[in-house]
């Protein structure tokens, strides 16, 4: 199992976080033809949270522990690439000491990470900057940052039952029922 093996080889019994991050809808068809894309989104939500925790604990040699499992289709088996990562909730340093975030506004994390996707599409000559200039004028971007699921740091069976949610399948036998 993905969750035990990560709780007992790589996981360290810290604060944890799951963020989960999601993009509008008229970019989804973007990743749904690329899929190196997704490598992409991945990359940009490291970066993101990487940069975003080293200014919030004011320690450029910060580094977080992140987990990022791609998913590609929502609750009704639609295509909706978002990503779940299992983060530390907060950062190692070079000399050993770990670094707990102070709690942090989610709106400012969704704001961010929009930008950094943004760029990245039109980095990648996906998007151009009458697309950027729409998505960026409505009032509700259709980006998302959560980060409400904290689990402790003596919580190992709740660390595994995280990792395992974040590599769930998108058939999922308590949501079939038969007519």
Same mark, same amino acid.
């Given at each position: =199992? &993905?969750?035990? @093996?990560?709780?007992?080889? /790589? ?7 799951? #963020?989960?991050? %999601? /993009? ?8 749904? &033809? *690329?899929? !190196? ?8 939500? #490291? ?8 200014? %919030?604990?004011?320690?450029?040699? $910060? ?6 499992? /791609? ?7 639609? &295509? ?12 190692? =340093?070079?000399?050993? @000491? &770990? ?7 989610? +709106? ?11 760029? =990245?599409?039109? $980095?990648? !000559?996906? /998007? ?5 200039? +729409?998505?960026?004028? @409505? !009032? ?15 919580? *190992? ?5 995280? $990792? ?11 949501? =079939?029922? #038969?007519?």
């Amino acid at each position: =199992m &993905f969750g035990e @093996w990560l709780t007992e080889k /790589i996981l360290y019994s810290l604060l944890h976080r799951q #963020y989960v991050f %999601t /993009i509008p809808k008229p970019l989804r068809p973007y990743f749904r &033809f *690329d899929r !190196k894309l997704l490598g992409k989104l991945s990359q940009c939500a #490291y970066q993101f949270l990487k940069g975003f925790f080293q200014t %919030t604990l004011n320690r450029k040699e $910060a580094n977080p522990g992140v987990v990022v499992s /791609i998913q590609t289709f929502g609750d009704l088996v639609n &295509f909706h690439p978002h990503l779940h990562c299992l983060v530390t909730d907060g950062c190692f =340093m070079a000399n050993g @000491w &770990f670094y707990v975030l102070p709690e942090i506004d989610v +709106k400012k994390l969704e704001s961010l990470f929009r930008h950094k996707v943004l760029k =990245m599409l039109v $980095a990648e !000559k996906k /998007i151009g900057s009458e697309l950027v200039e +729409k998505l960026l004028s @409505w !009032k509700n971007s259709g980006f998302s940052v959560h980060n409400q699921v904290r689990i402790q740091s003596r919580d *190992d069976r709740g660390r595994e039952s995280l $990792a395992q949610h974040i590599l769930r399948s998108p058939f999922s036998l308590e949501k =079939m029922t #038969y007519q």
